[in-house]
């Protein structure tokens, strides 16, 4: 009702003063997020994406992160991207929402939870993101948050459905974990050598990577030609080798990757992570990182 009672003061105003300073005006379109919104998400049904984001952009540019359609536009903008499975985009999205509503409180309006509750919605859209990336190591980071979060969600930002705040924190809690028991198992230790990774080095030398599987699963099932370095270099021609190139007893598969692929897509740094991901020839996925100093030794005398 309030908003409603706004739109039209404003609305008022603005013909008053459009009949007052220029009685010869087009009067143009008010701004109206709450309808841009709902006319995004019938844009997402008719698959219309780009229009979409595109109204999602305006409302929230009209809008404060207090407003209800500021997080819904926001929220539907992630989802798009999750579709076009553009899920660097959307985690960015998903991250930005946890940054704005990490801690913040605001009122409850009709009765749905804000504040708390759409930073943990915003994590749990993240870890989702992590596991269509088979980054299970984040997936388990976001979820281990997640319920350190449920922890400090008082019974006052409970939606109004809840009955049992109490049960309803374990619910989701007991849910959570078992999701990263899930994940842990999908967990891959990676080994990547040299640690020190110089790019005007010989570019054709190869990355090695040593990947090590537990809970189950075996490297001598895994499908080499769906490993992926950050989700798009794949193993290079050379021969792969199962061994224990540690001697921890437990079976490791060798791949390795071009040097000059896996420079072109990842940034000089010294705490560069990589992400190995693959899958088993039955289609049960696992992913892991290792961190390497990537660097250059261009530009000496
Ligand atoms: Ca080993």
Not at 48 to 62: F, G, T, W
Not at 130 to 136: H, Q
Not at 195 to 209: E, G
Not at 274 to 286: D, E, H, Y
């Amino acid at each position: 009702m309030l908003r409603e009672r706004r739109k039209k003061g404003i609305a008022f105003s603005f013909c008053l003063i459009v009949l007052l300073v220029s009685p010869v005006a087009v009067p143009t379109a008010l701004a109206d997020p709450e309808a841009d919104y709902h006319t995004a998400r019938e844009l997402v049904k008719g698959k219309k994406y780009d229009q979409a984001l595109a109204l999602c952009d305006k409302v929230i540019k009209e809008l404060t992160w207090e407003d209800e359609f500021y997080f819904r536009a926001f929220y539907t903008k992630g989802k798009i991207y999750e579709i076009q499975k553009k899920y660097n985009i959307s985690m960015t999205l998903w991250q930005g929402l946890i940054d704005q509503y990490s801690g913040k409180v605001r009122p409850i309006i009709d009765g749905r939870p804000f504040g708390f509750i759409l930073e943990g919605q915003a994590r749990a859209k993240l870890a989702q993101c992590f596991k269509k990336m088979g980054d299970f190591e984040k997936v388990i980071a976001e979820l281990e948050k997640l319920n350190q979060l449920c922890d400090n969600v008082p019974s006052e930002r409970m939606p109004t459905s809840v009955e049992d705040p109490a049960a309803w924190i374990q619910k989701n809690k007991a849910s959570n974990q078992k999701a990263i028991e899930e994940a842990k198992k999908s967990l891959a230790v990676i080994d990547i050598v040299p640690p020190i990774i110089s790019v005007s080095d010989n570019v054709d030398a190869a990355i090695v990577c040593y990947i090590e599987l537990s809970n189950g699963l075996n490297v001598a099932d895994v499908d080499v030609s769906s490993i992926r370095l950050e989700g798009t270099v794949p193993v290079g021609t050379s021969s792969t080798e199962i061994g224990d190139y540690d001697h921890d007893n437990i079976a490791d598969l060798t791949v390795r990757f071009s040097r000059t692929s896996v420079v072109e897509i990842v940034e000089l740094g010294d705490q560069v992570r990589l992400l190995v991901t693959g899958a088993l020839s039955n289609g049960k996925r696992f992913g892991g990182a290792d961190t390497v100093i990537l660097e250059t030794t261009r530009g000496g005398c």
